[in-house]
Nanobody, 124 residues
Framework: QVQLVESGGDSVQPGGSLTLSCVVS????????MAWFRQAPGKEREGVAG???????IYTDSVKGRFTISKDNAKNILYLQMNSLKPEDTAMYYC??????????????????WGQGTQVTVSS
């Protein structure tokens, strides 16, 4: 049974930092792309950051230079380090098993499995 379990969401002030984690079980995730998505109320789910099986990364423009995606293959954990958080980063964040193609990792149409989400709120 494939499971993706996120943690690390919290409420922080603008300019703060958070690290999200996603524990993956049930399949060999190292051979597939992984990604983080987010969805704010009233908005579509968007790809935030993706990483392919070679460790190459891709980010949506709004988070470039602030967010870093990484993975620990030995522990089957995906991370999202978020710095300089802004109120517009407020959303439910989802871990996803994605396509192998780097550009497609942040396309929700190619997601195979979703986590349940973890809430990030940025507010003063």
């Amino acid at each position: 049974q494939v499971q993706l379990v996120e943690s690390g969401g919290d409420s922080v002030q603008p300019g703060g930092s958070l690290t999200l984690s996603c524990v993956v079980s049930g399949y060999t995730y190292t051979t597939y792309g992984m990604a983080w998505f987010r969805q704010a109320p009233g908005k579509e789910r968007e790809g935030v950051a993706g990483i392919d099986d070679h460790g190459n990364t891709i980010y949506t423009d709004s988070v470039k230079g602030r967010f870093t995606i990484s993975k620990d293959n030995a522990k089957n954990i995906l991370y999202l380090q978020m710095n300089s958080l802004k109120p517009e980063d407020t959303a439910m964040y989802y871990c996803a098993s994605a396509a192998q193609n780097l550009r497609q990792t942040i396309d929700p149409d190619y997601v195979r499995y979703w986590g349940q989400g973890t809430q990030v709120t940025v507010s003063s």
